[in-house]
């Protein structure tokens, strides 16, 4: 079993930016790769940016490509995502997402809780 807690969520204004975290701990040697999602309100849960947990090869989702990064921190077993330009229509609760296979999808093994991220205009 793996568990991932998010933080870093909160109220900014459009064009802002905000850095997600998520620790895993448990069985990590377990996870290929590592993904945030985001769902908004009435919408379904969409894929945003994933990373492989034993290397750097990143994918992003078109949306957020040049304004949002994926990272990883070994050693705290820790990914991040930054966030940058923000906008209204990213307000979500964002998701972390661990599982064995690449790329990560909806059916990923493993979720966190999530973390509300509110963006305003």
């Known amino acids: 079993q793996v568990q991932l807690v998010e933080s870093g969520g909160g109220l900014v204004q459009a064009g802002d930016s905000l850095r997600l975290s998520c620790a895993a701990s448990?069985?990590?040697?377990?996870?290929?790769?590592m993904g945030w999602f985001r769902q908004a309100p009435g919408k379904e849960r969409e894929f945003v940016a994933a990373?492989?947990?034993?290397?750097?090869?990143?994918y992003y989702a078109d949306s957020v490509k040049g304004r949002f990064t994926v990272s990883r921190d070994s050693a705290k077993n820790t990914v991040y995502l930054q966030m940058n330009s923000l906008r209204p229509e990213e307000t979500a609760v964002y998701y972390c997402?661990?599982?064995?296979?690449?790329?990560?999808?909806?059916?990923?093994?493993?979720w966190g809780q999530g973390t509300q991220v509110t963006v305003s205009s």
């Open positions: 448990g069985r990590t040697f377990s996870i290929y790769t």
């Open positions: 990373i492989r947990w034993g290397g750097s090869s990143t």
């Open positions: 997402a661990a599982d064995r296979r690449w790329p990560i999808s909806n059916k990923a093994d493993c």
